[in-house]
């Protein structure tokens, strides 16, 4: 157990639908990320929060994505009109402190579009 | 823009025997590398990092890692396997001064025989 929980930890809708994940860190990490893992590749970088400032997205985060993260606390993320293409495995990680420190990963979301 | 290879989607190894997994990485400056193990509906665990100084690193279970800037490579080591060591393992970079994500490769997954 990392101390990284994501809610729900699997979720099934129906194309076009609109989804929300959640992400509560570790309580003292300043830092947290999105990846989104599909099946036989790496997770893949979607967006990093420093505190509740959004400071990095990816071009895999189209505008049908949105993440937040009120008051540097939890996160969520969400996906509007969801596409079969969205499905796959949602992963959070929150870190205290700069690049070389660990990053803890949650058990991840898992989003099937039907 | 950094890269990672991992050369290899399947190893296979009997217990006792050498585990090797390979990761190669592409970055125009010095990077940081890491090494997380997935196990079976768990979220990443970092075994090990290197970020400067020795480039041998040791992480947990037993695994160890050589950085080598001249092959650009980071290959996972283990002397014996473990069947508890039967697992996904990704390889990873980062840069200091650039973005804050990880780049993750596609994954090796490890098979031990009895």
């Known amino acids: 157990d990392t101390g990284v929980s994501q809610n729900p930890r699997h979720k099934i809708t129906k194309r076009g639908q609109n989804v929300t994940f959640r992400c509560d860190p570790i309580?003292?990490?300043?830092?947290l990320y999105w990846y989104r893992q599909t099946l036989g590749q790496g997770p893949e970088f979607l967006t990093y929060?420093?505190?509740?400032?959004?400071?990095?997205k990816s071009r895999l985060l189209s505008d049908r994505f949105s993440a937040e993260r009120p008051k540097g606390s939890f996160s969520t993320l969400e996906i509007q009109r969801t596409e079969q293409g969205d499905s796959a495995m949602y992963l959070c990680?929150?870190?205290?402190?700069?690049?070389?420190?660990?990053?803890?990963f949650g058990q991840g979301t898992r989003l099937t579009v039907v | 823009a950094q890269s990672v290879t991992q050369l290899g989607s399947h190893v296979s190894v009997s217990e006792g025997a050498l585990v090797l997994l390979r990761c190669n990485y592409s970055?125009?400056?010095?990077?940081?590398l890491f090494w997380y193990v997935q196990y079976p509906n768990q979220g990443l665990q970092l075994l090990l990092k290197?970020?400067?100084?020795?480039?041998l690193v040791k992480g947990i279970n037993g695994f160890e890692a050589e950085f080598k800037k001249s092959e650009t490579s980071f290959h996972l080591t283990k002397p014996s396997a473990h069947m508890s060591d039967a697992a996904e393992y990704f390889c990873?970079?980062?840069?200091?001064?650039?973005?804050?994500?990880?780049?993750f490769g596609k994954g090796t997954k490890l098979t031990v025989n009895p």
């Open positions: 990680a929150t870190s205290q402190g700069a690049l070389n420190t660990e990053a803890f």
């Open positions: 309580s003292e990490h300043n830092r």
């Open positions: 929060f420093q505190n509740e400032a959004q400071l990095e």
């Open positions: 970055s125009s400056v010095p990077p940081y």
């Open positions: 290197y970020t400067t100084g020795a480039t």
């Open positions: 990873a970079v980062t840069v200091q001064g650039g973005s804050e994500k990880l780049v």
